[in-house]
């Protein structure tokens, strides 16, 4: 107790790289960059991209589940991903599995003590960093 | 915020009714209980719509419930910030603008919602235990006369 728990925080990682990448494809487009075309995964076709959110959302998941420690989280995460992780939360919420959003109402309680109702609403305001 | 019709001069209307405009809608979220139950909240820049689903668990709550819901939303402008028709797939639906922000207090109509979402189970299953005991009376009166 008390101690970081690096698993979950890099699988937290994991949801911002992901986001990331989202972030990516809309500046650059489908085509992918033109500096890093070799590796670049923006270069996938739009049914594989989708095959990857929908492998993603599973990862995601399973991410949220197992957090546990969320002062560590909080303290670990930098505050511009308190919105995304918010955002992903809903998303959460959305699902409609009891356990899903039990733990996603517990996290949704502590995000919003720690980033504000603030946070809540560059949730809803925020149509460029989707999740 | 007050914010007029960007397509048609001198008319205000709730953008997310309309949604002509993809710019002034915000994100929706969707919060479920479980399948039966969710709760889903649709944002724009001068109003806002929140829908509910009520648990319905068997016939007779889907009955009650679907004919309670109606005679509050006929009656929604003594409400005013109940919507007539809920939005499909839901129950009911409230329609809040920039307006009744202004006339209203904030915190009043947050309390309203909320009180409205506790309390709607509890009249449900009053008026389900009511047409049972009032069955069960019926019932028990009209078999008397073959004893």
Redesign the interface.
């Known amino acids: 107790m008390g101690t970081l728990n690096k698993r979950p925080l890099a699988q937290l990682g994991t949801i911002i790289n992901h986001h990331q990448l989202n972030r990516k494809q809309e500046i650059h487009g489908a085509e992918g960059s033109t500096s890093n075309r070799g590796e670049d995964p923006l270069r996938l076709s739009k049914r594989l991209w989708k095959a990857r959110l929908q492998r993603l959302e599973m990862r995601d998941a399973r991410a949220l589940m197992a957090i546990k420690d969320l002062d560590s989280l909080f303290s670990a995460l930098d505050p511009e991903y308190y919105d995304i992780l918010m955002?992903y939360l809903?998303r959460g919420?959305?699902?409609?599995d009891?356990p899903t959003?039990d733990q996603c109402l517990r996290i949704h309680e502590r995000l919003t003590e720690k980033a504000g109702l603030g946070c809540i609403l560059r949730?809803?305001?925020?149509?460029v960093n989707?999740v | 915020m007050n914010f007029p019709c960007q397509e048609v001069e001198r008319h205000n209307k709730p953008e997310v009714e309309m949604k002509t405009s993809q710019e002034l809608l915000?994100?929706s979220?969707?919060?479920?209980?479980?399948?039966a139950e969710?709760c889903l909240i649709e944002?724009s820049i001068n109003s806002l719509r929140i829908s509910l689903k009520v648990k319905q668990a068997d016939e007779l709550e889907n009955i009650l419930t679907k004919k309670f819901l109606r005679f509050l939303s006929m009656r929604a402008e003594a409400f005013q910030v109940l919507r007539r028709k809920p939005v499909q797939g839901y129950d009911i639906s409230f329609l809040i603008t920039n307006f009744h922000c202004e006339e209203m207090q904030k915190r009043k109509l947050i309390d309203f919602i909320v009180q409205f979402m506790e309390d709607i189970e509890k009249e449900i299953s009053e008026l389900k235990m009511s047409v049972n005991t009032r069955g069960r009376l019926v019932a028990t009166e009209f078999l008397k006369q073959f004893i």
């Open positions: 955002k809903y919420l959305s699902t409609g009891r959003c949730s809803l305001a925020d149509t989707t | 915000l994100n979220i969707l919060i479920c209980r479980n399948e969710k944002t």
